[in-house]
């Protein structure tokens, strides 16, 4: 189905690696955003986005970055100082920023090697 | 800043019986909750959600009713079916047009599983 696109599924990182999660949408929504999901801990905010060029630190952003260079792209990238990187990754994203509705990829699961 | 917590972590229950997953908020500015059901190995959808300004919400077998002055809210689905066991989540927010807005901040998320 599409939507909000996440690439790869699976990513493994070796250690001292950056690596980049891809997500892409063609809903044409303004605002994006990264969630990290951990076993029993529920969707945490890692970055968001309202518009083109704009991108905001959510609750734990230490170890990550992101780039907001086109609308219907907000890749992230998990850096070497992210400790304990291994998590789900969910991309979504909304009409606009805090709107009644999120639309959620599919996911990337990142593993440590 | 906002913390949500979600009761139970797991619930089982025999399909047919009723689920009642709970949560409450510490903002008390809080004026929107959804809920979203994540199944295994899918993406997160909404499946429901409420305003402040309504005490319940219901859409077939599935129903949210909030509290306000106890600041909780929950979530209960009757006649229970196997494609029901997911995982739940809360979430509250402050939504409004400009001014003071904050991010959902969501539970840790209920595993729901209903035995046939």
């Known amino acids: 189905d599409g939507g909000i696109t996440q690439s790869p599924k699976y990513l493994f990182r070796k250690e001292g690696q950056n690596v980049t999660l891809s997500c892409e949408q063609n809903?044409?929504?303004?605002?994006m955003y990264w969630y990290r999901q951990d076993p029993g801990q529920g969707l945490r905010l890692i970055y968001y986005?309202?518009?083109?060029?704009?991108?905001q630190k959510g609750d734990i952003a230490e170890g990550y970055s992101v780039s907001r260079e086109k609308k219907e792209s907000f890749p992230l990238t998990v850096t070497s100082a992210q400790k304990n990187p291994t998590a789900f990754y969910l991309c979504?994203?909304?009409?606009?920023?805090?709107?009644?509705?999120?639309?959620f990829g599919s996911g990337t699961q990142l593993s440590v090697l | 800043g906002e913390n949500v917590e979600q009761h139970p972590s797991t619930l089982s229950v025999q399909e047919g019986d009723s689920a009642v997953i709970k949560c409450t908020y510490s903002?008390?500015?809080?004026?929107?909750f959804p809920w979203y059901k994540q199944e295994l190995g899918k993406r997160p959808q909404l499946i429901i959600d409420i305003r402040s300004n309504v005490g319940e919400k219901k859409d077939q077998r599935i129903a949210v009713t909030l509290n306000k002055t106890a600041k909780h809210f929950s979530l209960h689905i009757t006649e229970t079916q196997p494609e029901d066991s997911a995982v739940y989540f809360c979430a509250a927010s402050i939504l409004g047009d400009g001014g003071s807005q904050g991010n959902l901040i969501f539970g840790k998320g209920t595993k729901l599983s209903v035995k046939p």
């Open positions: 986005s309202q518009i083109v060029n704009d991108f």
């Open positions: 979504a994203s909304s009409i606009r920023r805090l709107s009644e509705k999120l639309f």
């Open positions: 903002d008390s500015a809080s004026n929107y």
């Open positions: 809903l044409n929504h303004d605002a």
